[in-house]
């Protein structure tokens, strides 16, 4: 009986503080989040390194990375806890927030999950992996812009924070309860916050355009029913920019990895979304400008994506990094790892790169 009594004290010493060690790790990440930034570019910086200057395997490189970013994701989320005005995502409900999340983390270690997946049963194991985290990903995101009105998924899911702008909370603010609004419309800034007569049928990022609607209830129905086709056509577009990585996988396995048909039929998933939304721009936050304009830059991965890379790209980037190298003083010392893992970046990023 003593003995347990023991063990159950020296148990409840461990927790409480291994709790009270977590508490000062998030109290030092608040107070100087430019160290943490720091560390996590450390880390990265070392991730990049290890395929080529320290030559060590791509898995351990791809760990490190993975571990890097997920260190990353959690300071955000500290930051994003304890200072509730740093992030953006704080302003949805809880179960938005963490559908949001949850995303963040799967974009974090579905690589390294893949390594795991071809390491224990090789190429069957690995496409299963893929197919299976790829499957889980698109259900969460189909969720959240059917259940939330959600316009456009940001990448990551959850934005990163701007360390510079953090302000930690007053201890003695007490923060309003999940889902509602601080404020509504900013005299000044002229910020836009749902009110509570609006229409919740209505997505957020239609609200300024809903605003400026005329007062006639014939103008109003007329373009209510306009802002329901913009609402069907933007939900269009991020279905196609969802399932693409999906049909991408399934359309390889029927076609194999060397055919052109899962190539082309990506490229006109990703250029139809971006056309969808294209015309919408206007109604857009600038949030969501800037995300399309990263998936319109995203289209030049194309170039490193099979088969195309290995019949064109391949040798005209691998001669142009090869002429850097010679010619240019110490460009060599970051060309050359670059040249390296080019291969493996290709083979392990080509099929679902930043989607």
Partial sequence: MADQTGLSTKLSDFVSAFRNLITRYEDAVVKDPSLATRVETGLKLISYMMPGRLGITKDLSEFAYCISNLFTLLNDFIIASRCPSASSVNKLSSYHRYLLWSISVIECIEVVLELIGEYFWREPGKWMTILISRIIKATLQCIVIFTYKSQLLNSPAVPTIDRTKVRPVPSDITLPPDGKSVAYRGTRTGTVIRSIHSDPGIPYSELPYFMSLGSS????????????????????????HISRPLVHIFSMMVFQQSSWKPWLLSLLMDVISLHLHGGLLKYKKNSESSEILRRRVVLLLFLLRSPFYDQYTKNTLLSILKYLSQHLPLVHWIVDPIAEYLPVWQQIYSYCWMS
């Fill in 217 to 240: 209830d014939e103008e109003q129905n007329a373009k209510r029913g306009e802002v329901k086709q913009l609402v069907i056509r933007t939900l269009l577009a991020e279905l196609l």
